[in-house]
Nanobody, 130 residues
Framework: QSQLVESGGGLVQPGGSLRLSCTGS????????IGWIRQAPGKDREGISC????????HYAASVQGRATISRDKVKNTVYLEMDSLKPADSGVYYC???????????????????????WGQGTQVTVSR
């Protein structure tokens, strides 16, 4: 069964940093555009970052622009999301997902719309608090 597995979440103090990992199991992260989507309690899912299949472009939501970096390690079959200057508003469940190739053709969904992602991991909880 092919899937994505997230890890790296936890409790972080405001102003701190973290690195989330998204590892492919039974699938190659090289074969897809991969995105990160988060969901805070009581709120809709928000696409926050994406890297294209070719790696020629990365995209960030305004809410994380300048604080987040997405990258891909082909050898480890893993996509990372590094974030710093964390705020309580960054708390939520973070998911990684493949962009639907039939919709995006290896690119990232327009405006990082979560509906453009079709194969999701189980999520990892991030809590930013003192």
């Amino acid at each position: 069964q092919s899937q994505l597995v997230e890890s790296g979440g936890g409790l972080v103090q405001p102003g701190g940093s973290l690195r989330l990992s998204c590892t492919g199991s039974g699938l190659s992260v090289d074969d897809y555009a991969i995105g990160w989507i988060r969901q805070a309690p009581g709120k809709d899912r928000e696409g926050i970052s994406c890297i294209t299949l070719s790696g020629d472009a990365t995209h960030y939501a305004a809410s994380v622009q300048g604080r987040a970096t997405i990258s891909r390690d082909k050898v480890k079959n893993t996509v990372y999301l590094e974030m710093d200057s964390l705020k309580p508003a960054d708390s939520g469940v973070y998911y990684c997902a493949t962009a639907n190739p039939l919709q995006t053709f290896g690119r990232c969904p327009t405006f990082l719309d979560p509906r453009g992602f079709d194969r999701w991991g189980q999520g990892t909880q991030v809590t930013v608090s003192r």
